[in-house]
T-cell receptor, first 115, second 116 residues
Framework: AQSVTQLGSHVSVSEGALVLLRCNYSSSVPPYLFWYVQYPNQGLQLLLKYTSAATLVKGINGFEAEFKKSETSFHLTKPSAHMSDAAEYFCAVSDQDNQGGKLIFGQGTELSVKP | GAVVSQHPSRVICKSGTSVKIECRSLDFQATTMFWYRQFPKQSLMLMATSNEGSKATYEQGVEKDKFLINHASLTLSTLTVTSAHPEDSSFYIC????????????FGQGTRLTVV
């Protein structure tokens, strides 16, 4: 079975500050890991994904995440927050068989950016 | 990138009626689509996997007779909420699996269902 835990349902940062959103996973098979962003009343947009290639994954809008097997983590970072980054962020896990289709989501982290 | 369109974006219906939500992959064919449900301020819960030309696979606890899924073509899956009740009010989101290279799921915009 697979699961995802996002630490912190709400994170607040100042504009220009580092963004760190935490995600830990549990999986009995090699995982595929994803970060999605959701704006109010909208669907999800893929930020980045890990599919067993490079452990440091760069995504869109300046976000990146590092897969750490020893820590079962896949934390999302961005060096400098922008007001437009305020949204809900979801970490998700899948596996090779599901190839990123059938996703198990974490609880979500709401990111607020203060001016 | 691939586009998935979901319709309607909002719907209000009366208790006891049925509502159909469409999920279309506009520029690619998707043999597999997924339906999720999201309660306010909560995560997405997978309801079912929709397979073109065959029966959907429902997750544990999801009533297949209440949430009817039809995937009749490679670009369209529908979710029908039958005999809707207020507790069915939620945000429903679909995704379509693109397998053109490295597989990726593309999400629709979601449908806000309110049952009154």
């Amino acid at each position: 079975a697979q699961s995802v835990t996002q630490l912190g349902s709400h994170v607040s940062v100042s504009e220009g500050a580092l963004v760190l959103l935490r995600c830990n996973y549990s999986s009995s098979v090699p995982p595929y890991l994803f970060w999605y962003v959701q704006y109010p009343n909208q669907g999800l947009q893929l930020l980045l994904k890990y599919t067993s290639a490079a452990t440091l994954v760069k995504g869109i809008n300046g976000f990146e995440a590092e897969f750490k097997k020893s820590e079962t983590s896949f934390h999302l970072t961005k060096p400098s927050a922008h007001m437009s980054d305020a949204a809900e962020y979801f970490c998700a896990v899948s596996d090779q068989d599901n190839q990123g289709g059938k996703l198990i989501f974490g609880q979500g982290t709401e990111l607020s950016v203060k001016p | 990138g691939a586009v998935v369109s979901q319709h309607p974006s909002r719907v209000i219906c009366k208790s006891g009626t049925s509502v159909k939500i469409e999920c279309r992959s506009l520029d690619f064919q998707a043999t597999t689509m997924f339906w999720y449900r999201q309660f306010p301020k909560q995560s997405l819960m997978l309801m079912a996997t929709s397979n073109e030309g065959s029966k959907a696979t429902y997750e544990q606890g999801v009533e297949k007779d209440k949430f009817l899924i039809n995937h009749a073509s490679l670009t369209l899956s529908t979710l029908t909420v039958t005999s809707a009740h207020p507790e069915d009010s939620s945000f429903y989101i679909c995704s379509a699996l693109w397998t053109g290279g490295v597989s990726e799921a593309f999400f629709g915009q979601g449908t806000r269902l309110t049952v009154v």
